[in-house]
């Protein structure tokens, strides 16, 4: 059974970088799409983005001028970072697995950490 | 871009009611439709994919249908740990997006 977790800072600064990272166990990092995906408090669900594990990466255009995803296959990890955060992307941050099926479906999630954008 | 529309954003029913929850594309998916279940402080649950295929370990009163743009979810009889938060979400076209959510509540 496949573990995600997040970990990372839960408080940011406005202006700097928010920088997360999502520890995949119990399972390889191969062969799979690896999303974030975020949710504002009390908000719905937004795709950030994917790394499929040989490296190629899609972005969210609302996003993608600030925002870099990066995988590490040997620590099984993948990591977002999004630069000069405002209060806007304050939200639970989640990150999760689709299989390469051709339908992108979630199928694993961490279980989201919370970053709050504050000064 | 591809935008989600669920109907009803709310509904109240009692256990063992039959409920549906509709969800509408901007444009032809097909069949590149899922649907997730979830709870307060939690992740959410994969439920069905590819529109009508039901997850491993899912219930069978969850089923999903449609194609095209128009697609529901239906409980057939509404258990009382079903109350929680919907969302469907396309999978047909870069970016994917999520639709903005059905809350049932316990009426």
């Known amino acids: 059974q496949v573990q995600l977790q997040e970990s990372g800072p839960g408080l940011v600064k406005p202006s700097e970088t928010l920088s997360l990272t999502c520890t995949v166990s119990g399972g390889s990092i191969s062969s799979y799409y690896w999303s974030w995906i975020r949710q504002p408090p009390g908000k719905a669900l937004e795709w950030i983005g994917y790394i499929y594990y040989s490296g190629t990466t899609y972005y969210n255009p609302s996003l993608k001028s600030r925002v870099t995803i990066s995988v590490d296959t040997s620590k099984n990890q993948f990591s977002v970072k999004l630069t000069s955060v405002t209060a806007a992307d304050t939200a639970v941050y989640f990150c999760?697995?689709?299989?390469?099926?051709?339908?992108?479906?979630?199928?694993?999630w961490g279980q989201g950490t919370l970053v709050t954008v504050s000064s | 871009d591809i935008q989600m529309t669920q109907s009803p954003s709310s509904l109240s029913a009692s256990v063992g009611d039959r409920v549906t929850i509709t969800c509408r594309a901007s444009q032809s998916i097909r069949n590149y439709l899922n649907w997730y279940q979830q709870k307060p402080g939690k992740a959410p649950k994969l439920l069905i994919y590819a529109a009508s295929s039901l997850q491993s370990g899912v219930p069978s009163r969850f089923s999903g249908s449609g194609s095209g743009t128009d697609f529901t979810l239906t409980i057939s009889s509404l258990q009382p740990e079903d109350f929680a938060t919907y969302y469907c979400q396309q999978s047909y076209s870069t970016p994917l997006s999520f639709g903005g959510g059905t809350k049932v509540e316990i009426k």
């Open positions: 999760a697995r689709a299989p390469s099926t051709g339908y992108y479906y979630f199928d694993s």
